[in-house]
């Protein structure tokens, strides 16, 4: 049987909430590698810093790759506020896993507003291949 436009359309969306993690993963290398976080020695350092500057890039190759398949999937408008709504949650997971950064509640209402705006985006759009 051919796909549904439903399922069309939720494969689109796994795609794109793939793409949003890839996106706060490669941030989140990225400052990994140049932060100071640690004391250890200057070779140790530079080699922690070269892994993470890589996995940046390669997290990012990933991401522009779920991104790109997304859009075969789903309407662009749909793809980008889903990569969007995802790379917040989850830069807010990564900052308070790694990093112990507290989110004020002003940070919290812009989040569910984007949230809010991508599940309009969603219902709104009938068509996800046109």
Request: aromatic share 8%; proline share 4%; charged share 10%.
């Given at each position: 049987?051919?796909?549904?436009?439903?399922?069309?359309?939720?494969?689109?969306t796994?795609?794109?909430?793939?793409?949003?993690?890839?996106?706060?993963?490669?941030?989140?290398?990225?400052?990994?590698?140049?932060?100071?976080?640690?004391?250890?020695?200057?070779?140790?350092?530079?080699?922690?810093?070269?892994?993470?500057?890589?996995?940046?890039?390669?997290?990012?190759?990933?991401?522009?790759?779920?991104?790109?398949?997304?859009?075969?999937?789903?309407?662009?408008?749909?793809?980008?506020?889903?990569?969007?709504?995802?790379?917040?949650?989850?830069?807010?997971?990564?900052?308070?896993l790694?990093?112990?950064?507290?989110?004020?509640?002003?940070?919290?209402?812009?989040?569910?507003?984007?949230?809010?705006?991508?599940?309009?985006?969603?219902?709104?759009?009938?068509?996800?291949?046109?």
């Amino acid at each position: 049987f051919p796909p549904t436009s439903m399922a069309i359309r939720s494969r689109g969306t796994l795609l794109a909430v793939g793409a949003g993690a890839c996106a706060a993963t490669a941030s989140a290398c990225g400052k990994l590698g140049v932060d100071d976080l640690f004391e250890a020695s200057v070779t140790v350092q530079a080699i922690v810093r070269v892994g993470c500057l890589v996995a940046m890039l390669v997290w990012n190759g990933l991401m522009v790759n779920l991104y790109t398949k997304s859009l075969l999937h789903s309407d662009a408008t749909s793809a980008t506020a889903t990569n969007t709504a995802s790379n917040f949650c989850v830069t807010a997971m990564w900052g308070f896993l790694l990093f112990h950064e507290a989110l004020p509640p002003l940070w919290w209402m812009g989040a569910a507003l984007v949230l809010g705006g991508m599940l309009l985006v969603h219902m709104g759009s009938s068509n996800p291949l046109s």
